[in-house]
T-cell receptor, first 114, second 113 residues
Framework: AQTVTQSQPEMSVQEAETVTLSCTYD???????LFWYKQPPSRQMILVIR??????QNATENRFSVNFQKAAKSFSLKISDSQLGDTAMYFC???????????FGKGTKLTVNP | DGGITQSPKYLFRKEGQNVTLSCEQN?????MYWYRQDPGQGLRLIYY???????QKGDIAEGYSVSREKKESFPLTVTSAQKNPTAFYLC????????????FGSGTRLTVV
């Protein structure tokens, strides 16, 4: 069974600084997709960024970028120029190609301090 | 605007009572899902449905039931057999083959007293 591990239950960062959230996953498949979701205090889940495993280029969305290391099965999220609105739970998620099910990590609580 | 609507936002029930959580989507998505979220546990899959009139158990289906009579609707019933029902419940939907991820509802907080 696929698993997703987020080893940092909580992190904090100063406003305007950069922070990296870690995620590792376990799969024997070659075709899969990885996601980072943000859950702010409102508890609405918001898709931050996604990565197709067959693409070597790391995905980027404005201040959010990933470091996808396929051989190491690592998928970290880098947030640049952190803003107070980035304070949230962040969940890493995995799905196998052709499957509809997402497997989530347990999340990292990020606090951005002024 | 297209989206997923979960209702109610907060729900209180007495122990031993069944309760049904509503989830409706107008995104024309084929697949729908129910997740349970507990502190420190992440999201755990309860049930999912890929097409109308068909659904599959997820990792923690015991004590829950679902139906999928319409493409737009996927209600979840928390039965009295669920030993620890107090939790935050999230509904989501996706296209059948979904490299784009899920669209989530805003969740229902269920408290059983």
């Amino acid at each position: 069974a696929q698993t997703v591990t987020q080893s940092q239950p909580e992190m904090s960062v100063q406003e305007a600084e950069t922070v990296t959230l870690s995620c590792t996953y376990d799969t024997s498949e070659n075709n899969y997709y990885l996601f980072w979701y943000k859950q702010p205090p409102s508890r609405q889940m918001i898709l931050v960024i996604r990565q197709e495993a067959y693409k070597q280029q790391n995905a980027t969305e404005n201040r959010f970028s990933v470091n996808f290391q396929k051989a190491a099965k690592s998928f970290s999220l880098k947030i640049s120029d952190s803003q107070l609105g980035d304070t949230a739970m962040y969940f890493c998620a995995f799905t196998q190609g052709g499957s509809e099910k997402l497997v989530f990590g347990k999340g990292t609580k990020l606090t951005v301090n002024p | 605007d297209g989206g997923i609507t979960q209702s109610p936002k907060y729900l209180f029930r007495k122990e031993g009572q069944n309760v049904t959580l509503s989830c409706e989507q107008n995104l024309n998505h084929d697949a729908m899902y129910w997740y349970r979220q507990d502190p420190g546990q992440g999201l755990r899959l309860i049930y999912y449905s890929q097409i109308v009139n068909d659904f599959q158990k997820g990792d923690i289906a015991e004590g829950y039931s679902v139906s999928r009579e319409k493409k737009e609707s996927f209600p979840l019933t928390v039965t009295s057999a669920q030993k620890n029902p107090t939790a935050f419940y999230l509904c989501a939907s996706s296209m059948r083959i979904h490299p784009y991820g899920y669209t989530f509802g805003s969740g229902t907080r269920l408290t059983v007293v």
